[in-house]
């Protein structure tokens, strides 16, 4: 008997080992399994967090800088419409032109404030001392800003070519989305913009005012996208064949007068039936800078039964 129990003994750990190792690697790849979807799970949440607090960041940020550009450009319209300053500047009489601004120079806390004459030659310059009182004003000659494209622009009477027209993208910013996302969110926007203008011009109406008209065009396609533009104007736009459909588009509302957004077909198809919409086919329309026509769609909200 006392030769057989270390056979007996050698037996049950044998069977042990056979029965619990599977449960303990079971376990050990359900730890692994739950560690990586968590781990996924809290990234995604925290890049979705992430691109949320970005876009608001940016909001903010572009809400800040047109509320100082406003204040900004309203010390710059009473200091130019100040009574003796354009006499002053016209005369060539730079101290007398500082010496009328300075107040409301100090009064809106600014730095800076450079006079120049008609032909963009310096007349004068008002910087802040650093850690001076408020009217702690150092003057200089101040600089040439002749060669700057901004003033030669208003110096020679340019006119800002770009117009009255906006451009927006989806899927692109800030983060890439499917077509039919995009498109939806574009037709979205539109008619959020189309519900207010109607609302703006019933207020306009009631004043005696001209109702306003636009044209909003929505087209699919490939477009290059990136930072373009010059010295004076610099952003991140889209270019290609698609954009310049997308305009032509919007300028159907010329034509059609019981329309304001149009849709090209590849758009239209990319429409899931969620979308609530009254589609209408206008037919081929030849639009300017297409070798062949285009397929086009008016479309309006519609209306509740």
Not at 90 to 98: F, L, R
Not at 215 to 243: H, K, Q
Not at 257 to 282: G, K, M, P, W
């Amino acid at each position: 008997m006392n030769e057989r129990r270390p056979g007996v003994r050698d037996l049950w750990a044998q069977l042990r080992i056979k029965i619990t190792l599977p449960y303990a690697l079971l376990a050990i790849f359900i730890a692994f399994a739950t560690a990586y979807l968590v781990t996924n799970l809290l990234a995604n949440l925290l890049q979705d967090r992430f691109h949320a607090a970005l876009i608001d960041a940016g909001h903010k940020a572009t809400d800040t800088v047109v509320q100082i550009e406003r204040e900004q450009l309203a010390v710059w319209r009473t200091i130019a419409y100040t009574e003796g300053f354009a006499e002053a500047v016209a005369a060539g009489d730079g101290d007398g032109a500082a010496l009328l601004a300075l107040p409301l120079l100090a009064n809106a806390n600014l730095d800076a404030l450079e006079i120049l004459d008609s032909q963009g030659r310096p007349l004068n310059a008002q910087h802040h001392v650093p850690g001076g009182h408020a009217l702690d004003y150092a003057t200089g000659p101040g600089a040439d800003y002749r060669q700057w494209q901004s003033v030669t622009r208003i110096l020679t009477e340019q006119v800002d070519d770009i117009g009255d027209a906006a451009l927006a993208f989806f899927g692109v910013l800030p983060e890439s989305h499917s077509p039919q996302e995009s498109i939806e969110n574009a037709v979205a926007a539109a008619l959020e913009i189309l519900q207010y203008l109607e609302t703006l011009n019933r207020e306009r109406e009631l004043r005696g005012d001209i109702p306003i008209r636009l044209g909003i065009g929505i087209n699919t396609g490939p477009v290059v996208a990136g930072l373009l533009g010059s010295e004076s104007r610099f952003e991140y736009t889209v270019l290609g064949d698609a954009v310049n459909v997308a305009q032509r588009l919007s300028d159907l509302n010329k034509q059609y007068q019981d329309y304001d957004l149009f849709i090209s077909e590849e758009s239209c198809a990319l429409l899931s039936a969620d979308v609530r919409v009254t589609l209408t086919n206008l037919g081929d329309i030849q639009v300017k800078g297409r070798q062949h026509p285009v397929t086009v769609y008016a479309l309006t909200q519609e209306q509740a039964r």
